[in-house]
């Protein structure tokens, strides 16, 4: 079936230090991909996603770029700061069909990486 | 816009009872919501799928009868789990979504900590 792997969290940065969390999937056919992120006591927020091979997805500083050669969707941020603070999740789905046990709709999560970042 | 609530936030109860979680969708009509559950450093795990008016759409592994999931209108869909024992004490986290084509985004709820005792 379809998975997402996150690497292990959880990652500890001082403010304005280079940020890469590295997301790969496995999928049967080609998913779109998405990085949510929930800060502490909300829910989880869509931060950018990608539709199709070498796309980037951007938002907040945030960049991530759909590696097909690679099956790979890593989130960097250039210089984080305090308010990065939350947890990130990678995640897939598949628009408009379903392959290999995610079907149209429904989003396969990474199991999340904590993000701290120190003043 | 887009905002999903959740209701309680916390709950805790002994072990038999049952809870009632709600999950609306505040200023948008939902015609889709889900139900995921997450364990302690772990990834949201998708329960159930809701279409408003329609029966839920269990994922395999998830008891129909132990977690009982109704989608009475398109703002509201209610999670109930049933004679809860300490193992199904977690994370319940809905989201909601509108429209039909395609992949539709999904706007999650903060969630609801469920401890049984």
């Known amino acids: 079936g379809d998975s997402v792997t996150q690497m292990e969290g959880p990652v500890t940065l001082s403010e304005e230090a280079f940020l890469t969390i590295n997301c790969t999937y496995t999928a049967t056919g080609y998913p779109s991909l998405f990085w949510y992120v929930q800060y502490p006591g909300e829910g989880l927020q869509l931060l950018l996603k990608a539709t199709k091979a070498d796309d980037k997805g951007s938002n907040k500083g945030f960049e991530a770029t759909y590696r097909k050669e690679t099956t790979s969707f890593h989130l960097e941020k250039g210089s984080v700061q305090v308010s990065d603070s939350a947890v990130y999740f990678c995640a897939l789905t598949f628009e408009g069909g379903s392959a290999g046990g995610t079907s149209y709709g429904k989003l396969t999560f990474g199991q999340g990486t904590i993000l701290t970042v120190h003043p | 816009g887009a905002v999903v609530s959740q209701h309680p936030s916390r709950v805790i109860c002994k072990s038999g009872t049952s809870v009632k979680i709600e999950c609306r969708s505040l200023?948008?009509?939902?015609?889709?919501m889900f139900w995921y559950r997450q364990f302690p450093k772990q990834s949201l795990m998708l329960m159930a799928t809701s279409n408003e008016g329609s029966k839920a759409t269990y994922e395999q592994g998830v008891e129909k009868d132990k977690f009982l999931i109704n989608h009475a209108s398109l703002t509201l869909s209610t999670l109930t789990v049933t004679s809860a024992h300490p193992e199904d004490s977690s994370f319940y986290i809905c989201?909601?979504?509108?429209?039909?084509?395609?992949?539709?985004?999904?706007?999650f709820g903060p969630g609801t900590r469920l401890t049984v005792l």
């Open positions: 989201s909601a979504s509108y429209g039909h084509l395609g992949y539709n985004e999904q706007f």
């Open positions: 200023d948008f009509q939902a015609t889709t």
